[in-house]
Each structure stands twice: as C-alpha cells, then as structure tokens.
C-alpha cells in the first residue's frame, strides 16, 4: 500500500478494499455454509459490498450516477429477496430440508 | 457446307436412350425397329457424307462442336474429322454393325432381356463411332473407354450364368490395364506436343526425339495390346465367348478389336518415327498369330476356334502395321471384319440349329440341314485360308509381301500360320458339316433374318478384297512403296493356305481315327495346347491371387477395418469418454457450481488484468 | 477524524460479515448481516450519499432483512447441523478459491487506483434527495419506470410461488 503517512483524509482505494473484504466474504459464506437462508444471506451481503463500490466512484467522479445505480441495485436486490424467499418457502413444503446439498436432483 | 457429322453417332445413342429407358414396356417388334434403323439410318449418313464430300484425301471434313477442356493453353475440342481412313472404318462399324443388329433380332428372339442387349449394342455403336470420328487422342479415348465398357455389358449379358459375369470382369480388367498404357501415352503427349489434337501432334511430331516418340509408341501399343487381344493382354477375348454370338461377331471381330490397329494406324507418323518401336509392334503381332493359330488347331468348341482365330488375325493386322504396311494392315481389318463377322454369324447359325450346342464333337453332317448357313461359311472359310479371289487372299498375302521385304523370317513363320489358319479353321467346317451328325435333336436352318446378313456378308467375302483395294484407296495418306516383285512369293501362301485344307480334309472327312492316334501320339504337347499353355493359370497365379489375396488382407482388414474405421469408431468412443469424464461436473450440487463460478471470475480477472484492464 | 470514523465503521463491518457467515444459527447472521448494513450506511453518509444511507437503512435493513427474520421465524429453521452431504470441489477448492479472489482483487485494486484521491467527509455532499430525485425522474426516468414493473411482477411471483395449494 502506498501512502500510509496519516492523510488528511481517506484514500478512496481503502473503500475498494472494503468492499472487496466484505465480497469474499460473501462468496466464502456462500461456498461454506450449508443452510439456504444463510446463503441467501451471503449473497445480500456481495450486493452491499458492490454498493459500496459504486458511492465510492459517484464520490471519486463527483457524480450522482453512482447512487443511482446504486438505488436501483437495492431494488431489484428487494425483489430479488421477496421471489426468492418465496422459493426457499416451496422448497421447504416438499423437501422438509433447508440443506443446501439436499437440493441437489438437477443433474447427471 | 458441314456435313453435320453429329448424327451418324447420335442416332444409336438416341437408340440407346429410348431402348434403354422404354424398353421394358416396348413390345419387341419396337425394340428392334428402334435399334435396327437408328444403325441403319447411321449407314446411310455415312453413305451421304461418302458421296457428297468430295475428295477426302485433299478436303477431309472437320467439324468442331465444343470445348471440351480448356486448362490454360491446353484445349481439348469435340472434334470430328473424316478423311479415307476414317470412311473406311465408318463404313465398316456401320455396314457390318446393321447386319449384325439385323441378325441379332433372330438371334434373340426367345432371350430374355430383349431391350437391355439392343440397348447396350446401340450404346456400343455411339461409342465405337465417337472412337472413329474422333480429331484427338483424349475423344478416341472416350470412345475407346466406351466400347470396354459396353463389352463387358454385353459379354455378362447373361448375368445370371457365373462363369458369363466373371468373363465380363475379366475383360474390363485386363482392357484397363492396356488403358493404363494409353493413358501414360496421352500424359507424354501432353507434356511433350501441349495438345492432344490429331493435326498438331502428327505435324510436329517429325521434330522431337526419337527416345521420347518411342516411349509414346510403346505405351499406345500397350494400350493398343489390351485392346486388340495381343500378347500380353489377350487372354480376355477367348473368355469373352460368354457373350451372345452377335456380340462376339460385332465387338470381338469386326469392330472393337479393331480399334487398336486403327489407333495404331492413325498414329503412324509416330511409329514410323519411332522404328523400335515399330520392329516391336511387328513382333508382337507375328507371336501372336503364330501363338494362337497353335491353341486354335485344338480347340473342340466351335466359337473359341473362331475367338483364337480372330486374335491371330489381328496379329496379322499389328504385323502389317509393323513392317510399315499401314494400308495393307487396314485392308486386313476390312476383309477380316467381312469373314470374320460371317464366320461368328454362322457359328451362330449353327448354334441356333444344334439348339445351344457348341461343341463341334456333337455336331455333323449339318449341311443337309443348314446349307445357307453351309454356303456362306465356305465363302468365310475360304477367305480366311487366303484363297484367291476370296477377300482374305488380297490383304494377307499384302502384309506377306510387306514382311518379306522387311525381314524374310517373318514371312516364313507368317506363312507357316496362314497355313495353321486354314488347317483350322476347315478343321471346324468338316467337323461340323461333314460326316454324320453326331449331337441330339433335330438340326434346322435359321431364319431370314439370320441368313440374310450371312448371305450379304457371304458376298462381300467373295468380292470385298479385289472391290475395295484399300492400299489405292489410302494412297494419299500411305503411299505405295513400288518394291521388287517376288512372285513366288503368292505362290507358296496360296499352297499353305491349300495344304492346310487338304490336311484337315484328310483327318476329318477321309481318315476319322488319325485325329485320335495324333493325339495320343504327341500326348503331351497335345494337352499343353488344348489347355492354352496354361497362361490363364500363371498370370491367375502370379499375377491376379497375390493382388486379391493382399487387397484382402492388407488393404481390407489392416488399412480399411483396422486404420480408417478404427480411426472413425476411435474419435466416437473418444467423445464418449471425455463426455462421460466431463459429465462429473454437473453433480447438482449447487456449492460445487458456486466454487466453479469463483473459479471462473478469478481467472476472468486475471485475464482482464493482464490485458491492461478496462479502457478508463 | 475521517480515517478514525472510517476504519471503526469499517472494521464493525468486517467484524459484523466475518459473524454472519460465522454463526450456525440463521437468526444469529441475519443480525449480523443488519450490522453490516448499518456501518455501511453510516459510510455511505460520509461518502455523500444521505439519501442513498437512509434508503440503506429503511429498505435494506427494515424491510428485506425483516422479511428473512420472518422466513426464519417461519420455517423454523434451527442451528445447522454438522452431518450431511460434502461437496468434494468446495472442500477442496473453496479455500483456496476465496483466497485467490480476494488477493486478485486487492491487487487490481492497488493497481489501477493508487492515486485515487482522497475522501473527505463532507466534501461532496452530492447525493441529497433532490439531486437524486432530479436524476432519477429526468435522466433515468425509463429504468425508474421499468423497476416499478420489476416490483409488481416479483410481489405477483412471490404471492403465486409461496401460495398453500388449494385442493
């Protein structure tokens, strides 16, 4: 890392780190865990890690683009979350099972 | 003003056409009207162009129809041409070609499969006209190609008879690899002259060396040797006797044998350039009379008389051609297919009298029975032993004459077979129509329809040779050598041609048993003869088995099952097994996809990153 | 002043994201995750984007991750069990993978905005509701009116899919 002399601000670069932290994060939450709502959850939070990204760039750019992107990725994350908690819910009337690896019938 | 050469070929094509795609329902009244007048009608064009042409020799007709080829400088044209040579041959396939059409409708009249052998002896007609008119070496090839084709079609006529489809095979086969030497000879005559048209190459052919004119020579005479029945390649035609009578007289005497001597003649510029070549041509050609008049002396089948017969005379023919007596070799071609025609025409007759039987020990007294067919064979018989003023005498003793003057021995030993010829050939006329008839059932003589064609060809038998003095006629093109008179020369060929009947009169009309004790007597050699000399076995042996054997074992099961199928099943069980390890990665749990899509976007990063990353 | 605000919010959200994929309980992440999504509103706040923050925080944190503390009241959903089926390529892979993403992508990142500027809080204060709302209804008016469609057919989807089955 460059320029760690205490700045008289906060380099944009540290928000990027942020934000690629928390989408490991998200995608070793995915990878690891078991339950689908956890899951689930791990993929709301890649979706907050790339909104952070974006306000970083509407700020570096001083343009208002960025949050809107941002506004609407909130969106459709919301539907996105609605339709699919649905599924999760049909999934558990037939299966009785909220394991992940149980679902597991679409293949060879 | 054209003379629209054209129609003389495409009339027996249009025959083919309609006989060989309506024939089946065609009663065989149209059949035959059909095939009979396009040939006939042929004839007559011929006649016309004859007789409205003027002078062949000084004007001969060329008519340029289409380009055929056209490869950078090299062009081959649809070209006809017409000059004496040419008139003669057309008048000879299409004359004797009506007669024998004429004959075959009695012939075949209780055959089955009526339409498909009119239809393939018109298409054989096309191909040998094609072959005659033709202005360049690669046409004359096309027609040449052609009429082995319709040989082979005509020879397996009978396909249901095995030893009849295996003859066919044989001809083709073995008139392919003469083809082969034909086709070798066109390539040389390509790169050599640049053009394959009669005129040129003849024009500049005085030019180039004699090394390279004598490798063309020999690779047409190869072509020419396949052919024409010669040695090495001649041991189809006594096989191709399979064939119906008709065919036999049409292709395997008069007209397609022919076509070698006539390829050879029309190329005399190159031969006589090419004097090697020339001496082997008349070499060739006098082995193979004197070679197959000895097979033919013991020969019981009726028709493989004639067969050995006709290969002899051919090589009567390549012997003229040889010593330089081109002219003398053409008349031969023309009183051959007169004699030769009538002769497997009678044959014919007479089968169809014996009701199928061909083997002349079951046959006899038959001129009480059959006496046109009697008279007419005395005409073709006599000529063939070179009796004068029969037709054969004049052409024979022509290429005699010619070969004493080339070389004495070769008179000797061509005289030596005249008198073979005779011995055997009046061998089959006593043994079929003298004495008493030894066969079963009850001989009758043929139908108009045959005996009229034997009657013209009886005629032309007696007259044709001092009619039609080909050598006058093809002056122009060869002309007269005035050489030395020999008389005795007439003399002693004419007293063979005699002591060669009076012989054979005496074994088989006076003294019966002296055959028999002969036979006995020379034993072997005797079986050595009747069998051939066993070429058939040898070249079957050392030639034909290898090659099956080794298609078969190397080339079918290593190179076809083993490589190429293997190769093709190969790449198939291939894919099913890189599928079948592929297939792992759809295990339908969805972790193991999310760890591939990980997978996926950290080297799709990585390469964006090595490509410089994104434009900013 | 703005680093130290920024490396504690930071550092609560990192905390917060290690917890949510830590816990075996759902309920336990779904908490978590609602701190997450709180430090990274109070970022969003010092990066200019108030009405982007709130929204954050009434939509994000009020709405969908209720929505999950429902699903998980609902379907009863307990502490993950330990046993179950393995996926070979994720125990294999999945370490190692979630390494090498983050190492490339703090390393492009390094690479490719070393000298990005600098943040100041209040520098920018760019992202008000009314510049927002004036983008949203004149720029992006047509992706505005797309996603009220985009909901209305998700709440249909959701009301069909989760439906009892009527017999």
């Known amino acids: 890392m460059n320029g760690l002399p205490v700045p008289n601000g906060v380099p944009i670069s540290w928000f990027l780190l942020l934000s690629a932290v928390l989408f490991a994060l998200g995608v070793a939450g995915f990878i690891i865990r078991r339950n689908i709502l956890t899951v689930f959850m791990c993929i709301e939070l890649m979706l907050n890690a790339v909104n952070l990204t974006f306000i970083a760039f509407a700020n570096q750019h001083r343009q208002v683009s960025g949050q809107i992107f941002t506004f609407f990725v909130m969106v459709v994350a919301a539907a996105e979350a609605a339709v699919g908690l649905a599924i999760i819910l049909t999934v558990f009337k037939n299966r009785e099972t909220l394991n992940i690896d149980e679902v597991n019938t679409l293949r060879n | 003003m054209t003379q629209n050469l054209w129609i003389i070929p495409i009339l027996p094509f249009l025959g083919f056409l309609v006989n060989g795609i309506f024939g089946r329902k065609l009663p065989k009244m149209i059949v035959s009207l059909v095939a009979v007048v396009s040939v006939l009608l042929s004839f007559g064009w011929v006649m016309k162009v004859y007789l409205t042409a003027g002078d062949l020799a000084a004007n001969p007709v060329t008519e340029h129809y289409f380009t055929w080829i056209r490869s950078g400088a090299f062009n081959v044209g649809w070209d006809y041409t017409v000059d004496k040579l040419t008139m003669i041959m057309l008048m000879i396939v299409t004359g004797i070609g009506s007669l024998i059409h004429i004959y075959s409708v009695g012939y075949m009249e209780h055959e089955g499969g009526y339409y498909r052998f009119f239809a393939y002896l018109n298409l054989f007609m096309f191909f040998m006209l094609n072959l005659v008119l033709a202005a360049n070496y690669l046409l004359l090839f096309l027609g040449w190609e052609g009429v082995g084709l319709c040989s082979y079609l005509l020879v397996g006529f009978y396909i249901v008879k ?342 054979a009169a005496y074994m088989y009309v006076v003294n019966l048993d002296l055959p028999e004790r002969i036979t006995k007597a020379i034993g072997g050699l005797y079986t050595l003869v009747y069998n051939k000399y066993f070429i058939d076995e040898v070249y079957d042996a050392t030639v034909v088995h290898p090659l099956v054997e080794g298609s078969r074992s190397v080339l079918w099961r290593g190179v076809d099952q083993g490589f190429i199928d293997g190769i093709v099943n190969g790449v198939g069980q291939e894919s099913k097994a890189v599928g079948g390890v592929l297939r792992l990665m759809q295990s339908g749990n969805i972790r193991s996809y999310a760890t591939w899509v990980v997978l996926g976007s950290v080297a799709l990063v990585i390469a964006l990153g090595i490509a410089g990353g994104v434009s900013r | 002043m703005d680093l130290f605000f920024f490396l504690l919010f930071a550092i609560i959200a990192v905390v917060c994201g290690v917890n949510v994929i830590a816990q075996r309980h759902p309920i336990s992440s779904a908490l978590s995750l609602i701190g997450v999504m709180g430090s990274l509103a109070v970022l969003y706040l010092l990066l200019g984007a108030a009405f982007i923050a709130t929204a954050q925080i009434i939509v994000y944190a009020g709405a969908v991750m209720v929505l999950f503390v429902f699903v998980i009241m609902l379907l009863n959903a307990g502490a993950e069990e330990r046993t179950g089926r393995r996926s070979l390529i994720a125990q294999i892979f999945g370490i190692p993978a979630l390494i090498g993403l983050l190492g490339v992508l703090c390393y492009f990142v390094q690479r490719w905005f070393p000298n990005a500027g600098v943040v100041n809080f209040d520098a920018w204060q760019g992202g008000s509701a009314q510049n927002i709302g004036y983008s949203l209804f004149t720029d992006y008016l047509l992706p505005f009116e797309v996603t009220s469609v985009l909901i209305l057919i998700a709440i249909l989807g959701a009301i069909v899919l989760a439906r009892k089955e009527l017999d």
């Not at chain 2, 020579?217 to 006594?238: C, D, F, H, R």
């Not at chain 2, 003649?265 to 009379?289: D, K, Q």
């Not at chain 2, 009758?444 to 013209?456: D, F, Q, R, T």
Request: hydrophobic share 55%; glycine share 10%.
């Open chain 2, 162 to 503: 095995h030893s009849a489809t295996t003859a066919g095979n044989k001809a083709f086969i073995v008139n392919r690899i003469g083809d082969f030497g034909f086709s070798l000879a066109m390539f040389l005559i390509v790169v050599n002259f640049g053009t394959l048209d009669f005129g040129h190459v003849f024009a500049a052919a005085p030019g180039r060396p004699t090394g390279t004119l004598t490798a063309i020579a020999l690779l047409l005479l190869l072509g020419a040797t396949g052919k024409s029945a010669q040695i090495p390649l001649y041991v189809w035609l006594p096989d191709a006797m399979e064939g119906p009578t008709p065919v036999s007289a049409l292709i395997h005497a008069a007209t397609m044998v022919t076509a070698g001597v006539y390829m050879c003649t029309r190329s005399a510029v190159i031969f006589t350039h090419a004097p090697a070549a020339m001496e082997t041509v008349a070499i060739i050609g006098l082995v193979t009379a004197a070679f197959a008049a000895t097979i033919g002396l013991a020969q019981n089948d009726i028709k493989k008389v004639y067969a050995y017969s006709t290969i002899s005379q051919l090589g009567y023919m390549f012997l003229g051609v040889g010593v330089g007596a081109f002219s003398a070799g053409i008349w031969h071609l023309m009183t051959h297919a007169f004699f030769k025609a009538l002769l497997f025409l009678g044959a014919g007759s007479v089968i169809h009298a014996c009701h199928g039987e061909q083997d002349m020990r079951h046959m006899g007294g038959l001129r009480k029975y059959a006496p046109i067919t009697f008279y007419t064979l005395c005409c073709a018989s006599l000529a063939i032993a070179g009796i004068p003023p029969f037709a054969g005498f004049w052409s024979k003793d022509a290429i005699l004459a010619a070969s004493y003057a080339h070389a004495p021995w070769m008179y000797w030993i061509g005289t030596i077979t005249a008198g073979m010829t005779a011995f055997y050939v009046w061998r089959a006329m006593f043994m079929t129509f003298f004495g008493e008839y030894r066969g079963h059932g009850h001989p009758h003589e043929s139908p108009v329809s045959m005996w009229g064609p034997l009657a013209v060809l009886a005629a032309l038998s007696v007259v044709g040779g001092f009619l039609f003095n080909v050598p006058k006629i093809l002056n122009s093109m060869f002309p007269i050598e005035e050489a030395a008179e020999v008389p005795w020369l007439v003399y002693v060929s004419v007293l063979a041609g005699v002591l060669g009947i009076g012989l």
